[in-house]
């Protein structure tokens, strides 16, 4: 079956940075569009960003200019690089992949953001 990791989640503090990757394993389709989104208690899920195979990419407001999502279609793996982080980033980050019309959803990665 087609499986999603999310991985690179963690505590940081606020300004900082980290990567998050999710790697896709059980398919040799390239999952499009490959989203992310995070969650944080009592929230709503949001959508954060999200990429095509052919690179187009979509970002939230509020994380638009301090995060970056890139994929690599060797690795079958997309990227969320977050900079200049804060606490209202605070949450679970999933990733979400679609082949042939079905959905995929990893597991989740914590991020927690302290000040």
């Known amino acids: 079956q087609v499986q999603l990791v999310e991985s690179g989640g963690g505590l940081v503090q606020s300004g900082g940075s980290l990567r998050l990757s999710c790697a896709a394993s059980g398919t040799a389709i390239i999952l499009s569009p490959v989203t992310w989104y995070r969650q944080a208690p009592g929230k709503q899920r949001e959508l954060v960003a999200s990429?095509?195979?052919?690179?187009?990419?979509n970002y939230a407001d509020s994380v638009k200019g301090r995060f970056t999502i890139s994929r690599d279609n060797g690795k079958n793996t997309v990227y969320l690089q977050m900079n200049a982080l804060k606490r209202e980033d605070t949450g679970v980050y999933y990733c979400?992949?679609?082949?042939?019309?079905?959905?995929?959803w990893g597991q989740g990665t914590q991020v927690t953001v302290s000040s």
């Open positions: 990429i095509t195979s052919d690179d187009n990419t």
């Open positions: 979400r992949g679609n082949r042939l019309g079905t959905d995929y």
